[in-house]
């Protein structure tokens, strides 16, 4: 994503993020990582419009994303009952955290 100049916006939050591990797994297998439920999740969000693909223009901007100072993932923000405040973030060098969107 970061090498096209694309940011995830409003990825789901129950969903693993890209690069996350799952726990059956030693290392990530991308999109092969993902359950059906969270296969499902993705498309609905994407159809419903509220995840989103922004298309990063200007070079400053890009650079931010290539050297991880900027998310190319940014999840949505948790729900009430969610145990985290913000929601998280992925970076290009597949660094995540939990420091995005408010709820």
Avoid at 52 to 79: F, N, Q, W, Y
């Amino acid at each position: 994503l970061a090498r096209l100049g694309y940011v995830l916006v409003n990825y789901p939050d129950e969903t693993l993020m890209p690069g996350e591990l799952r726990t059956t797994f030693c290392r990530t297998k991308g999109i092969h990582d993902l359950s059906q439920r969270h296969h499902a999740n993705i498309i609905n969000h994407l159809k419903m419009g509220t995840l989103t693909i922004r298309a990063v223009t200007s070079d400053a901007a890009h650079m931010r994303l290539t050297t991880s100072k900027d998310p190319i993932v940014i999840g949505e923000a948790p729900s009430a009952c969610s145990m985290h405040s913000c929601g998280r973030r992925t970076f290009a060098d597949d660094r995540i955290d939990q420091k995005g969107l408010p709820r």
